[in-house]
């Protein structure tokens, strides 16, 4: 329970201990932030260390293919407005990256904590949240993650029974599905944009009908909820009817979308529409990501797009043509290896635009602009390609370790 102040067992705190130090030796070797290393040896220490953290917080889980580390941004900053904070903010979303999050956290009463797809139900089964926030399901690597029904139905079974709000997209009916085995689940019609992972009933395998922005299967009667919330255009409307405006720095719709569940959310522990929507107001940009950087007399937009939903979404946010775009995909470990998913996406959404591709898979996405009849060049890397753009302002589109590696390049 929150305000609980049984202090950790001395195992627990030589894990933490060892897992801090650890962690501070990875970044002065320049590993990165050292959080899923250090979580892994302390979880190796104390296996319960995640419950043992857990226990003091009010925990809230974000998880979803797309969507989730802005999301949990955006809870993080609505629930500070009742209390200090702890968050995996840099996205390491499996069970290592998340015990050293908490470890970090021990003046917190709110833990907001992203977790993968894949460890949803193992985390909640450790953190017992009261939120459970589940936003959108959609194919995501290929060679890796499983198909999505798949997922959909480890989701339903973890979360049978679970003590939680749940607070769902009722527009994703594979969500919906997800999330109908718990008692206490809150609606959200935030949307749903990418559909081709939801044209089968998740329930029966029936062909799902989709009139308008309604939904359901014409054979087991399986439908959409009635949403208690909703997005409306560039306002929430919370469960009385009220309209709350949504003011952003962060671009798209996707991101109202983010902040319609966001607040509701922040709604099931006390803050106010109003209130949670002002603090999401303080969020610019994400690890990075929307982030505008001067590189080489230009402005970059970088833009982080991993899977066909993501894009899609991505597309939707850019400036019209004539902006020029520079597009970067990898097909390393963490991106997934392979890149047949680039065929589920519609590059003819960016005609008019110049387009440059760069990064390791460049030729496999030469290949589907090509088919897709776009005009595009390749470059070796991203300094010659902006240096073929006119001076202003440039979109860059890149998928994860992609991500990184300009971030790395151009200084951010």
Same mark, same amino acid.
């Given at each position: ?39 892994? *040896? ?7 260390? /995640?419950?043992?953290?857990? &226990? ?5 889980? *974000? ?50 904590? %992203?977790?993968?797809?894949?460890? /949803? ?25 499983? %198909?999505?029904?798949?997922?959909? %139905? ?41 559909? #081709? ?76 529409? &109003? ?10 940009? *994400? ?6 950087? &001067?590189?080489?007399?230009?402005? /970059? ?17 850019? #400036? ?23 065929? #589920? ?19 496999? /996405? ?7 009849? &776009? ?5 070796? #890397? ?13 979109? *860059? ?16």
């Amino acid at each position: 329970m929150a305000g609980n102040s049984d202090p950790l067992t001395p195992r627990a705190k030589l894990a933490v201990t060892a897992g801090k130090a650890v962690a501070a030796a990875s970044r002065a070797a320049g590993r990165g932030s050292g959080s899923v290393i250090g979580g892994r *040896v302390a979880l190796k220490l104390d296996p319960d260390l /995640l419950a043992r953290l857990a &226990q003091s917080l009010d925990v809230v889980l *974000v998880s979803a293919t797309n969507g989730k580390t802005t999301t949990t941004r955006l809870i993080a900053e609505a629930l500070r407005a009742a209390g200090p904070v702890v968050s995996n903010a840099l996205g390491a979303n499996m069970p290592a990256g998340i015990t050293s999050a908490l470890a970090g956290g021990s003046d917190a009463k709110f833990g907001v904590i %992203e977790v993968d797809e894949k460890y /949803l139900a193992g985390v909640a089964r450790d953190t017992a949240p009261k939120c459970i926030a589940l936003l959108n399901l959609s194919r995501d690597q290929l060679d890796r993650a499983a %198909e999505t029904r798949m997922l959909a %139905e480890n989701w339903r079974e973890g979360l049978a029974g679970s003590k939680a709000v749940v607070v769902a997209n009722a527009d994703d009916p594979l969500v919906v599905w997800a999330a109908s085995s718990s008692p206490n689940v809150i609606w959200v019609a935030a949307g749903q944009m990418w559909k #081709d992972d939801a044209w089968s009933c998740p329930s029966c395998g029936g062909v799902m009908q989709r009139p308008g922005d309604d939904w359901f299967c014409g054979e087991c009667g399986f439908r959409r909820p009635t949403p208690s919330w909703a997005l409306s255009g560039d306002h929430v409307l919370d469960p009385h009817g009220s309209a709350w405006p949504i003011h952003l720095q962060l671009p798209g719709r996707a991101n109202k979308a983010n902040a319609a569940s966001s607040a509701a959310v922040a709604a099931v522990f006390g803050v106010p529409p &109003q209130v949670a929507l002002e603090r999401m107001y303080q969020v610019q940009a *994400v690890a990075g990501r929307y982030d505008v950087v &001067q590189f080489q007399g230009r402005d /970059l937009r970088l833009l982080l797009a991993k899977n066909p939903a993501g894009w899609l979404e991505t597309f939707s946010l850019i #400036d019209p043509p004539p902006t020029p775009v520079i597009l970067s995909v990898n097909a390393r470990s963490a991106d997934g290896t392979d890149t047949s998913w680039l065929w #589920d996406v519609d590059y003819t959404r960016l005609a008019g635009h110049p387009i440059c591709v760069i990064g390791d898979r460049k030729l496999d /996405l030469a290949v589907r602009l090509e088919v897709a009849d &776009q005009q595009f060049q390749v470059c070796e #890397d991203i300094d010659q390609a902006v240096q073929l753009c006119p001076p202003g302002r440039i979109e *860059v589109i890149a998928n994860y370790t992609a991500f990184q590696d300009l971030r790395r390049r151009v200084g951010n």
